[in-house]
Nanobody, 119 residues
C-alpha cells in the first residue's frame, strides 16, 4: 500500500505565510518527483511547483519568488512554503508524486488540503 497525504492547510490573513506538506509512505522504493497543484472554485487545476529527487525545482510564474518547494531531511515529504499570500491564492492544494514501487513507476495523488487567504 502506498499513501500520499497532504497536510498543513488552513486560514491565513493576506500577506501571511503557510506551509503545506505532501508525505509519501508505504512500500516505496524511491520518490522520483513531486508536484504541487491547486484548484480554486470554478477554475481548472493549475500546476504550481515541482521538485525532482535530485533537487531540481520549477515554478509557475504566478508563485515564483513567493513559494518554495523542498524535500525534508528524510526525503519522504515535500513541503511548499508559501509567503506573501493573497486572497487569490485561496484554493484546494494537492500534490502528486511519481514513485518507484518495485519495477513500476506510478503516479499517486493526495486528497488535497484547503488553503484560505482572508482577513
Amino acid at each position: 500500500q502506498v499513501h500520499v497525504v497532504e497536510s498543513g492547510g488552513g486560514l491565513v490573513q493576506p500577506g501571511g505565510s503557510l506551509r503545506v506538506s505532501c508525505a509519501a509512505s508505504g512500500n516505496i522504493d524511491s520518490i522520483i518527483a513531486v508536484r504541487w497543484h491547486r484548484q480554486a472554485p470554478g477554475k481548472q487545476r493549475e500546476f504550481l511547483a515541482g521538485i525532482t529527487a535530485s533537487g531540481d525545482t520549477n515554478y509557475v510564474d504566478s508563485v515564483q519568488g513567493r513559494f518554495t518547494i523542498s524535500f525534508n531531511n528524510a526525503k519522504d515529504t515535500v513541503n511548499l512554503e508559501m509567503n506573501s499570500l493573497k486572497p487569490e491564492d485561496t484554493a484546494v492544494y494537492s500534490c502528486n508524486a511519481l514513485l518507484r514501487v518495485g519495477r513500476n513507476v506510478n503516479n499517486y495523488w493526495g486528497q488535497g488540503t484547503q488553503v484560505t487567504v482572508s482577513s
